[in-house]
């Protein structure tokens, strides 16, 4: 067997040794520390859960939203855009768009070609801004909470195991290091599981938020876009 062969056998063997000196502390902790484990999985597990949907979500409503502005910039007449506003649904500004809309129609509904109160329909846009937003921060809080309890929970289960680790050293028969190592190093596992849920968490939260701070100043633009369509086109001049 050469060199190289025996450094990766002896690699994968430290690695399985481990692994299963790892698993052998998990089963050897306390209850509570067993419990506070599962509950940072839970956290982790619905961390990960919300980042991938919400990573999938932004890069839809990112897609068809530069996709639905091009095609409302290059038409001149917003009942051709309404046509083709249900291809990009998942775009926020289709959605802002499409109540725009109604309010327009709404107010062009005794056949004249204007509109009575620019006004109402700022606010209308203003309204559906506020829903897309709401719904690109839903879960987000999530994704909060978990950043900032998931470490303070896994130094309550630190706490807990070296308080458990100390009381049996003062019943053990041999006061040394030997005897209290194995419950603290079982008690440290929970706070490397509260950061490791932790930091994802936080990493991902601020990459999203600033992802949707983007989207809500496109939206933002879109709005004032489509009020100055409608002031030039459905607007009558007090001159």
């Known amino acids: 067997m050469t060199p190289l062969s025996c450094s990766i056998l002896s690699f994968f063997q430290s690695s399985e040794r481990q692994a299963t ?5 998990l089963l050897r902790a306390s209850p509570v520390a067993k419990f506070v484990l599962i509950l940072l999985l839970a956290f982790s597990i619905g961390s990960w859960s919300i980042i991938f949907a919400k990573l ?9 939203s530069r996709s639905f502005l091009s095609h409302f910039r290059a038409r001149s007449k917003l009942s051709d855009v309404y046509v083709a506003a249900d291809d990009f649904r998942q775009s926020p500004l289709a959605a802002i768009f499409l109540a725009g809309y109604d309010e327009i129609a709404n107010q062009m509904s005794e056949g004249t070609r204007e509109v009575r109160s620019l ?7 203003q309204s559906a ?5 709401t719904k690109l921060e ?3 809080s999530w994704l909060a909470t978990t950043a900032n309890a998931s470490p303070f929970v896994g130094l309550f289960g630190t706490v807990v195991g070296i308080i458990i680790a100390f009381q049996g050293l003062s019943t053990a028969s041999a006061s040394s290091i030997q005897s209290v190592a194995p419950g603290i190093a079982d008690a440290l596992i929970a706070t490397a599981a509260g ?17 949707i701070k983007a989207l809500t100043a496109e939206m933002d633009r879109f709005t004032l876009e489509l009020l100055n369509f409608v002031e030039r086109h459905y607007v009558r001049a007090s001159i």
């Open 138 to 140: 839903k879960s987000l």
């Open 56 to 64: 999938m979500w932004l890069r839809k409503a990112e897609r068809l």
């Open 195 to 211: 950061i490791a849920a932790a930091v994802p968490a936080a990493i991902f939260y601020n990459a999203l938020l600033s992802r």
């Open 21 to 25: 000196s790892l698993i052998d502390l």
């Open 119 to 125: 006004e109402s329909i700022g606010r209308v846009l």
């Open 129 to 133: 801004a506020i829903d897309e937003v």
